[in-house]
């Protein structure tokens, strides 16, 4: 029979042209757990209002229950002639209940209110699943650095060889960048905490509803919407929570392009793991990093559905408007992609090997030890600008002779400044570059050492 939820001032039925159009229920079935769920708390202050007997709230949530049951194993499914998910629930409990009393349960509210609901329920689960799974890429960058912790890597600015690092330290970079994402998520979820139930179209209902205990119910923490037209037509939690998941997709892709380089026959940095990585159909010996790159490629795909909302969003005046119907595909697909990629990503990380002797080795090339000949200068009382000159100096005649800092001899150092007694040496290791740079947030062993304790301590906390 017909279900649709308007029938009654319509003369004809939808065209199939429209129905086509407006269905939703292909890609919104997935809120039907939160829908009953919804459906049960507002059974409860129809209840209370005096609008279902203590028999009729008992059969009501009987019939909910039943049809949760149907839905979870299958039984029952929406069709494009539903709709949507909410109307394709409501048809089930009609045929479990009867129109009588399935019937009553509409009252005192709206799709408008049930998808704004249903919408945060179901983004809040998946933002605390998203949260577990970048919190077990950080434990598995955190183990890596804690396997390595004296390995010197060449630093880079502008990719260029720049200082010596701790590989330990610029593996602990990434995670400081994962677990502020990890720390947005958890601050987007206080924020959307806020249940919107019992707005209805937009005005409220007249029904002497609560909808805080709705709010309650749900597990709302912040109760609910101050305001029934912004608990309806709001959406900036949907595009907060499409950044937050953006900006964590661009930060595991920066990863990725540094695995990817570090992987080349030129780098050999690291080495992935035979089941983390893939084969070519025509090239016998490839073992390609496919994992980073559709960490690369999904970023993109992650940004898209970011600014595809927010021009769904942008201009769209007050309260719900049928573009909003465009919100949900977006976000489903950027949990959907995370939750797939994270983790293949976190056992790729996991199970790299890692070539120190490669690193260290070239961790002193490209003269990056010439800052330290600079400071070197610096604390014996040399002005800065002149002590940049000398170094830059050094780094000029090596560059001519085809040879390293340290290999200049006392009379080269003695004939570019006077300042350049021969104890410069003790600074022209990577140890001691190393070493010296021991402040907090420094690369220092000692320095890393803190660093990682911190990091580990965070997230066992979260
Ligand atoms: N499927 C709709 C959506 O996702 C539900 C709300 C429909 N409301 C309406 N008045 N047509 O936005």
Known sequence: GDVRLWGGRFASGPAEALERLSASVHFDWRLAPYDIAGSRAHARVLHRAGLLTDDELERMLAGLDRLAADVADGSFTGTIADEDVHTALERGLLERLGPELGGKLRAGRSRNDQVATLFRMYLRDHAR??????????AALIGLAEAHPDVAMPGRTHFQHAQPILFA???????????????RLRQWDARTAVSPYGAGALAGSSLGLDPEAV??????????????????????????????????GVDISRIAEEIIIWNTREFSFVTLDDAFSTGSSIMPQKKN???????????????????GLLATLKALPLAYNRDLQEDKEPVFDSCDQLEV???????MVAT??????????????????????????????VPFRVAHEVAGECVKVCEAEGIELDQLTDEQFAKISPHLTPEVRTVLTVE??????DARGGTAPS????????????????
């Open 352 to 381: 790299l090997t890692v070539n120190a002797a490669r690193m260290a080795e070239l961790a002193p090339a490209g003269f990056s030890l010439a800052t330290d000949i600079a400071e070197w200068l610096v604390k014996r009382g």
């Open 432 to 437: 001691g570059a190393l070493a010296a740079r």
């Open 129 to 138: 699943i998203i949260g577990g799974l970048l919190a077990d890429l950080q």
């Open 169 to 183: 330290h610029h593996v602990l970079a990434h995670v400081q960048a994962l677990s502020r994402d990890g720390e």
């Open 447 to 462: 320095a890393v050492a803190v660093q990682l304790d911190e990091a580990g301590a965070a997230l066992a906390e979260q």
């Open 215 to 248: 709010a309650a119910e749900l597990g709302f923490e912040g109760g609910s919407s101050a305001n029934s037209i912004d608990g309806t037509a709001a959406r900036d939690f949907v595009a907060e929570f499409a950044f937050i998941t953006a900006m964590a």
């Open 341 to 347: 990629l994270l983790p293949a990503f976190t056992g």
């Open 289 to 307: 990093p496919d994992i980073a790159e559709l960490a690369r490629g999904k970023s993109g795909r992650l940004i898209g559905n970011l600014t």
